[in-house]
């Protein structure tokens, strides 16, 4: 439980941030960077690229707006604890779907085909009005009331999402130690070997796509409450790139690493709008995007752990010179 | 699958015309086989004959062109690799074909929990899980427990050859085709091969393809010939010594080519 002790400082860090680091950049990273988990999930354990983590975090967000309190006066009310679970749910079936139209897709193939599928859902989301008000979409989304405790607050909404992250990389770390866990890391090495098993292989690529879904839907179902609004934008091109982008600057060797990414990204993000105009934000992310995917093709994560092992080797040593004398 | 037991008497495995195309190019044509339950076959032939072919096409791994193919007396021509081998097939690849991110332990534990059906669990392996007790006992046959914790990836060509064959002995299998198991295993390695060969219960079927004419003569009751896609000749070990197409086709070939 070495991972643990990562938490103490993040506890830690309410108490030094004002709210505007608190909110705008440690809260929307574990949120941006729990969305980017799904992705780094496919990626790392399926091997697969998939373009519709945005699609499926979407529909968790779209879900909690149209059972919960909006002001576009679309949608039914429903508990939160009824319209949480279902928001889950909904995003675990789609990641499901998603993974039985993609599971003969790899390489460039399957991310056409979940590029297809959120590009897809986009526009549908633009069109309808019945159940995502299409182009203006809901906003008013307010995160529940807890115990008298609100997460629209900076505060909890920070421990939720902290708490919402852990779990998630909890899980992951769990389920590839599962036996369909490692069933999906067979798919991923080796497909036609994992049939001389004796195993199908549609169950173990549906499964992952389904618990990607359920990864972005943790991280849907913050995002919405921590913009409040959901729209078809949040759904488009550009969420898309961003979990991408979040998920190539962590790395894919780890699933930690989307969490390094998100920091990164919101960080740059944040603060670069200032230094430089908005149209140019796009071509600096380009700019670090290459930049890693050449100096670091596994990602800052990577990269990092890398300089520790070559920091840490000398004294290692040192101890068992030490050892060796005594 | 449940395997059906009311075959007793059929035959372990019985092939009619299988054919496989390659483009415009027959790789096999036209071969039967008929293999009894606990039969110790060998498939003998030149570089090319079609051997692995005829292997790929019995498992499902490609699709017969022509013919048919019957295990135990089921028909299982239109049967994918997967039901085939929960049907107790199982064989080994000439090139070891393995999981490079798994570690040994976890892919014997994938043999044996894919053949159980357990495969789908989502919870978090114990240690004390008996289907890896059961990996274990598989690493210890094949000769691999020493690097249980490798992934397969660093392993050296020799143990993936015997991890191929740990995978293969998962679960009880019934008919075992064993793709030329003694190629690149050390000159120590291979008399532990043969020893877990003739260790194996008496009535699982072995259908072992040996490029070494030698061993697969020593090691089996009858013997199969293959030669340019086409059965050359069948029989036991002495009639095919005997045999002057073999002599002819084979054993010059082998050196001619
Ligand atoms: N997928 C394929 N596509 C086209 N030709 C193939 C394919 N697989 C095998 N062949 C051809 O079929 C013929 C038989 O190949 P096969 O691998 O079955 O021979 P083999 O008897 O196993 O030989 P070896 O002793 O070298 O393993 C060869 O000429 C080979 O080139
Ligand atoms: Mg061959």
């Known amino acids: ?326 | 699958m449940p395997v059906n037991h009311s075959h007793n008497t059929a035959n372990a495995l019985e092939v009619r015309g299988i054919g496989k195309r390659f483009g415009g190019f027959w790789a096999v044509q036209d071969i039967d086989l008929t293999v009894r339950p606990g039969e110790r076959r060998a498939i003998l032939g030149p570089n090319g004959a079609g051997k692995t072919s005829l292997f790929n096409v019995l498992t499902g791994d490609t699709s017969a062109t022509t013919g048919q193919i019957t295990l135990f007396g089921d028909s299982v021509t239109r049967e994918p690799i997967n039901k085939r081998i929960q049907r107790g097939l199982r064989r080994t690849y000439q090139h070891a074909h393995l999981f490079n991110g798994l570690t040994v332990r976890d892919t014997l534990f994938l043999a044996v929990a894919g053949l159980r059906g357990s495969w789908r669990q989502v919870m978090p392996l114990r240690a004390s899980d008996a289907r890896l007790a059961e990996a274990e006992r598989l690493a210890e046959v094949a000769g691999v427990a020493d690097v249980l914790d490798r992934e397969t990836s660093e392993l050296s060509h020799g143990q993936r050859r015997q991890l191929e064959i740990g995978i293969a002995l998962a679960e009880d299998p019934k008919i075992l085709l064993l793709d030329e198991p003694a190629a690149g295993l050390s000159p120590a390695e291979r008399p532990k091969l043969s020893a877990l060969l003739k260790s194996l219960p008496e009535d699982v079927t072995v259908v072992l393809i040996e490029h070494d004419m030698d061993i697969a003569l020593q090691t089996s009751e009858s013997v199969s010939v293959l030669y340019n896609g086409r059965l050359l000749a069948e029989g036991s070990p002495d009639e095919i010594m005997r045999n002057e197409d073999v002599h002819r086709v084979y054993i010059g070939g082998a050196h001619g080519h």
Do not use: C
């Open chain 1, 1 to 326: 439980m070495k991972q643990a002790f990562i938490l103490i400082p993040l506890l830690i860090l309410p108490f030094v941030l004002n709210d505007f680091w608190l909110t705008q950049v440690a809260t929307r990273s574990l949120i941006l960077g729990i969305m980017a988990l799904s992705l780094s999930f496919l990626a790392t354990y399926l091997g697969v690229v998939s373009f519709a983590q945005a699609t499926m975090a979407g529909i968790a967000g779209y879900t909690i707006a149209f059972f919960g309190p909006n002001t576009v006066g679309i949608g039914v009310p429903l508990p939160f604890w009824v319209s949480i679970p279902l928001a889950l749910v909904l995003a675990t079936v789609s990641g499901a779907l998603v993974g039985l139209i993609a599971r003969r897709s790899r390489g460039i193939y399957a991310i056409m085909i979940t590029l297809a599928i959120g590009v897809a859902f986009f526009y549908f989301t633009r069109q309808n009005y019945t159940f995502f008000n299409g182009w203006t979409g809901f906003s008013g989304v307010r995160a529940p009331e807890i115990a008298g405790l609100s997460l629209r607050d900076p505060l909890p909404l920070y421990l939720l999402s902290l708490g919402m992250a852990a779990l998630a990389l909890a899980l992951v770390s769990g389920f590839v130690r599962s036996p369909l866990g490692l069933t999906i890391q067979a798919v991923r090495d080796a497909p036609g070997r994992v049939l001389a098993l004796g195993v199908s292989i549609t169950t173990p690529i549906v499964a992952a796509f389904a618990f990607s879904g359920l990864l972005a839907g943790a991280g849907g179902i913050l995002n919405v409450w921590y913009q409040e609004r959901i729209s078809s934008f949040s759904v488009g091109l550009g969420p898309i790139i961003d979990i991408l982008i979040i998920s190539v600057i962590g790395g894919l060797r780890h699933p930690g690493g989307a969490f390094v990414g998100a920091v990164v990204f919101v960080l740059l993000d944040t603060f670069a709008v200032d230094l430089i105009d908005r149209e140019r934000f796009n071509t600096l992310i380009g700019v670090v995007l290459l930049l890693i995917v050449i100096v670091a093709p596994g990602g800052l994560q990577q990269l990092a752990s890398d300089w520790m092992a070559r920091l840490r080797r000398p004294e290692v040593k040192e101890k068992s010179t030490v050892r060796a004398n005594s």
